[in-house]
């Protein structure tokens, strides 16, 4: 669960300076940002109540609860770099109306509901759940399902060709492509449509956790975001982090954020 959040600090030095280097150094200037945040808020949403959803009341309540952690993280953390729209929403304390971003805001959040529940319709539902009050369009809640769908399937045990070829039906993404060939002309835009599909094959062009995240910085994009996606895919595939990486993150990670995520995975990583 932590591949998310370390794959957001790792890239965020390169969010604003972008690299095509693969071998990019890991920079003392990193830091957590959003993505991490947003991470931690959805894991509080599932730790308060781990509903399941089955009927159209079910969708509306639950989404008012992640709506409700993303309001109340942001009040913890308002610097943290989020996007415009995202701070008008989350700053209002008076109102909760629905916005309809197509930003990767969306699916950088996700990968705690990839863990939590057992079936990937549940995960399906609960991603749309998550999108609903910031991100009510069919773009984002589309990346959403998807990078939550690649992380459920991830750690029960589907194979890259699998997860592939489940995102390709499911959502009519294109990922019959390479990195080498994309990279050249890749640059930053955080629409979901644009970032999500090659951050899902940052992963399915990885070896480790490591060169997930390598792969996803080094096209020169919204770094921290597409490593965060990439990094959190990889971690439930291969189930490993390096040391190196651990202890290069987490002494850059808040103790809050840090211990909601330990929290999380005591009880639902295995």
Same mark, same amino acid.
């Given at each position: 669960?932590?591949?998310?959040?370390y794959?957001?600090?790792?890239?965020?030095y390169?969010?604003?300076r972008?690299?095509?280097?693969?071998d990019?150094?890991?920079r003392?200037?990193?830091?957590?940002?959003?993505d991490?945040?947003?991470?931690?808020?959805?894991?509080?949403?599932?730790?308060?109540n781990?509903?399941?959803?089955?009927?159209?009341r079910?969708?509306?309540? +639950?989404?008012?609860?992640?709506?409700?952690?993303y309001?109340?993280?942001?009040?913890?953390y308002?610097?943290?770099?989020?996007?415009?729209m995202?701070?008008?929403?989350?700053?209002?304390r008076?109102?909760?109306?629905?916005?309809?971003?197509?930003?990767?805001g969306?699916?950088? +959040?996700?990968?705690?509901?990839?863990y939590?529940?057992?079936?990937?319709e549940?995960?399906q539902?609960?991603a749309?759940?998550?999108?609903?009050f910031?991100?009510n369009?069919?773009?984002?809640?589309?990346a959403?399902?998807a990078?939550a769908?690649?992380?459920?399937?991830?750690?029960?045990?589907?194979?890259?060709?699998?997860?592939?070829?489940?995102i390709?039906?499911?959502?009519?993404?294109?990922?019959?492509?390479?990195?080498?060939?994309?990279?050249?002309?890749?640059?930053?835009?955080?629409?979901?449509?644009?970032?999500v599909?090659?951050?899902i094959?940052?992963?399915?062009?990885?070896?480790?956790?490591e060169?997930a995240? +390598?792969?996803?910085?080094?096209?020169?994009?919204?770094?921290d975001?597409?490593?965060?996606?990439?990094g959190?895919?990889?971690?439930?595939?291969?189930?490993?982090?390096?040391?190196?990486?651990r202890?290069?993150?987490?002494?850059?990670?808040e103790?809050?954020?840090?211990s909601v995520?330990?929290?999380?995975?005591d009880?639902?990583?295995?």
């Amino acid at each position: 669960m932590l591949g998310a959040v370390y794959g957001d600090i790792i890239g965020s030095y390169y969010e604003s300076r972008c690299t095509k280097d693969y071998d990019f150094e890991f920079r003392l200037e990193s830091t957590f940002t959003d993505d991490s945040v947003m991470t931690a808020a959805v894991c509080r949403a599932i730790l308060e109540n781990p509903r399941n959803i089955a009927t159209r009341r079910d969708m509306s309540a +639950r989404a008012y609860e992640y709506a409700a952690q993303y309001k109340q993280y942001y009040s913890y953390y308002p610097n943290a770099g989020y996007g415009a729209m995202f701070t008008k929403w989350a700053s209002d304390r008076r109102s909760m109306h629905k916005v309809r971003s197509f930003g990767n805001g969306a699916a950088m +959040r996700v990968v705690p509901i990839g863990y939590a529940y057992d079936s990937i319709e549940q995960v399906q539902l609960q991603a749309k759940a998550s999108c609903i009050f910031t991100h009510n369009h069919r773009e984002a809640i589309h990346a959403a399902k998807a990078v939550a769908s690649a992380v459920f399937m991830a750690l029960h045990g589907s194979s890259k060709d699998e997860i592939r070829g489940y995102i390709v039906k499911k959502f009519s993404y294109d990922l019959d492509y390479t990195l080498d060939m994309i990279r050249p002309d890749y640059s930053f835009d955080s629409r979901c449509s644009y970032s999500v599909p090659p951050s899902i094959v940052c992963f399915l062009e990885s070896t480790d956790y490591e060169s997930a995240v +390598r792969n996803a910085v080094s096209l020169g994009g919204d770094a921290d975001t597409m490593a965060c996606i990439a990094g959190g895919i990889a971690e439930a595939f291969y189930g490993e982090i390096p040391d190196t990486i651990r202890k290069f993150c987490d002494s850059r990670l808040e103790y809050t954020i840090k211990s909601v995520i330990r929290e999380f995975c005591d009880k639902f990583v295995h």
